[in-house]
């Protein structure tokens, strides 16, 4: 059985397709969980002069995954911040191509390095046992957003980059 470049093309994709539906799941399921959480904090301090012990540690924890993985969603969908003045000094789009692909390169080099650091300080917490104040929960849970957002923004870079490369334009 042989396989050509337009089957690895399909299985790559739907891996990307997959990929991506998770992140959106994880976005929601994160968004939803600290909109409920920050609501039911505010309900209880304000009117019930109460508050659920260790519930801003919890929402802390998942408000890092929110962030990378919705940084990484954001470079998947191409509205990261980005600070493009090349649009309005260079109208050749044929001109600006070289800018832009040198613009990616730097993404990712810096999503990469982003990458590679936060792996190595997470392996630190972990041989050290770095635990939160209030449950002494692993730092790595929280931690792991770095990690995972920064492979994923990397993955996404990639993409672009190759993405540009290929374009005509």
């Not at 399909?10 to 959480?37: C, H, M, N, P, W």
């Not at 304000?46 to 940084?71: C, D, P, R």
């Not at 792996?119 to 770095?130: D, E, I, P, Q, S």
């Amino acid at each position: 059985m042989q396989i050509n470049n337009m089957d690895l093309i399909k299985v790559s994709r739907t891996a990307l397709d997959y990929l991506v539906q998770g992140e959106k799941v994880v976005i929601i399921a994160v968004s939803i969980f600290i909109s409920v959480g920050m609501f039911i904090q505010v309900v209880l301090r304000y009117v019930f002069f109460t508050t659920i012990f260790g519930l801003e540690e919890i929402l802390i924890f998942t408000v890092g995954w929110l962030y990378f993985i919705g940084g990484a969603y954001s470079v998947h969908t191409e509205s990261y911040i980005k600070a493009d003045i090349l649009t309005l000094i260079i109208k050749n789009t044929r001109t600006r191509k070289p800018f832009e692909i040198v613009s990616l390169v730097l993404a990712l080099i810096t999503s990469l390095l982003f990458s590679y650091y936060s792996l190595k300080y997470a392996v630190w917490m972990g041989r050290n046992h770095l635990v939160s104040p209030t449950f002494f929960i692993s730092m790595n849970y929280s931690f792991g957003a770095l990690v995972v957002g920064g492979i994923l923004m990397s993955i996404h870079f990639f993409l672009l980059l190759l993405q540009k490369i290929k374009s005509k334009i």
